[in-house]
């Protein structure tokens, strides 16, 4: 913890389909003597998605909601503008859970405490204060992945439209409650009573001014939780895609939120991982300050969750931790992975381009002389050499470049037992 700059840490393992522990290590802020305890309070930032996500199946369960009706059929005081993509295929929640409806901003990065809010419209329309701009669509809808928090703010904004409920509200009634989440919430700003228990966010220069940031953005980045809170929602999936009785969608509906949607591996929320046998269902989350995932299988029913309250580089610690819990319980693919970077060089030039990547693209640039990969997801990470050709991501993936003449032409991508080739996206490149 304290070589990664993270004060805090708690964590959650899920064992046949039971939370079997929870383990709380390190402080609520540094040298504050407050200690992390289980029921202690992290931004689960873009981990919101997926836990909205099952709102809205829940809806559809029930015939609310259509995952493929177009969604302006919904909205009434706030429309999402019309243009050629839209008027040759509609938007729909299938698309914007998918990240596949060619919707812009891919993330929020909050507002300082006590800084003015925006509405939820003011957001859509990149209004002052909002901070981030217009959430339009500027791809072909349903054609490629694109990460978009601005997409989950149109579903915030339909779920309150179409049920009249304040969105913390409907998502206490839909999931949290249900769930059994009662250290969970999506209200923003976070209520005063609860400050006491909350983590502070620190990032690279230490604790973040005003001790965290708010996130109006709910749907998309505004969840407030525990690690067994969200250990309850990785059995509560898990349980409908059994079929328990108590379960708050039916399996089938289960089976198509951790289902690959247009060719890309993305479900109904999460994020997808692993082959027949080994599936988990995954997301990642990280506001300013704190850095959280989840891992739920979906053959059977294990799973951890993981939260911090550290800067950037917790993702290497996140993956320690997953790692060795999966390396103990046996699961396949997790093994430890220990990484010892050696000096950057001159030649990075010859690994710098785009990379399509199973419909998707990834880039490899320079950044301060060293390389670094801007994800399908839409982070820019730094790549920390191990070999010639070798690099290594802060998740662990480990990224292989094969060179032809002067320049690579296409990068092996591992990564928790997957191996993903990526092909340099140049068209006619010469060596």
């Known amino acids: 913890m304290r070589h990664h700059g993270v004060p805090g840490v708690q964590l959650t393992t899920i064992e046949d389909g039971e939370i079997t522990w929870t383990g709380t290590y390190g402080e609520l802020e540094l040298a504050s003597g407050r200690h992390v305890d289980e ?30 009706q177009p969604v302006n059929g919904y909205l009434r005081s706030w429309q999402l503008p019309e243009n050629d993509h839209t008027r040759l295929r ?12 060619g919707t812009t901003v ?42 978009s928090g601005g997409g989950t703010m149109i579903v915030q904004q339909l779920l309150a439209e179409v049920t009249g409920q304040n969105f913390a509200d409907l998502m206490r ?43 109006p953005e709910m749907a998309a980045a505004g969840l407030w939780t525990t690690a067994s809170d969200l250990a ?18 039916p399996p089938a509906l289960a089976r198509e939120m951790v289902a690959s949607q ?28 704190f850095q959280c995932r989840f891992v739920g299988f979906v053959d059977h029913t294990d799973g951890i969750v993981v939260m911090t309250n550290g800067p950037f580089t917790a993702a290497l610690l996140l993956n320690e931790i997953i790692g060795a819990v999966g390396a103990a319980s046996g699961w396949v693919d997790f093994p430890l992975v220990e990484v010892v970077p050696i000096a950057q060089s001159d030649d990075l030039d ?31 990470v730094e790549m920390w050499r191990v070999s010639d050709r070798e690099f290594v991501l802060p998740d662990t993936t480990r990224v292989t470049f094969e060179i032809t003449g002067q320049r690579a032409a296409r990068a092996t991508l591992k990564q928790w037992g997957d191996v993903y080739v990526a092909t340099r996206a140049e068209v006619g490149l010469q060596a």
């Open 232 to 249: 309850r929602y990785v059995r509560g999936v898990q349980g409908a895609l059994a079929g328990l009785t108590d379960s708050l969608i």
């Open 106 to 147: 891919h993330g929020f990065p909050g507002y300082a405490v006590g800084a003015p809010l925006p509405t939820i419209q003011e957001i859509l329309d990149g209004e002052p204060p909002a901070n981030t701009k217009p959430v339009r669509v500027e791809l072909p809808v349903g054609e490629q992945f694109r990460y």
């Open 173 to 215: 009634i839909l999931v949290l409650e249900p769930l059994g989440m009662a250290d969970s919430t999506f209200e923003q700003p976070l209520p005063q009573h609860l400050h006491s228990r909350a983590a502070t966010a620190h990032d690279e220069s230490g604790v973040v001014p005003g001790q965290w940031h708010v996130y």
């Open 39 to 68: 029921r202690s309070l992290f931004q689960a930032a873009s981990i919101s998605k997926p836990v909205t996500a099952l709102a809205v199946l829940r809806l559809v369960a029930e015939g609310t909601l259509n995952l493929d």
């Open 350 to 380: 010859r690994f710098v381009g785009d990379y399509e990547l199973r419909g998707v693209i990834v880039t490899v640039g320079l950044h301060n002389d060293r390389l670094v990969m801007t994800t399908p997801f839409g982070q820019t």
């Open 90 to 101: 509609p938007v729909t929640l299938r698309a914007l859970l998918s990240h596949t409806a």
């Open 262 to 289: 247009n060719g890309v591996p993305v479900g109904l929320g999460p994020q997808l991982m692993g082959m027949e046998g080994d599936r988990r269902f995954i997301h990642s989350g990280g506001n300013r300050g």
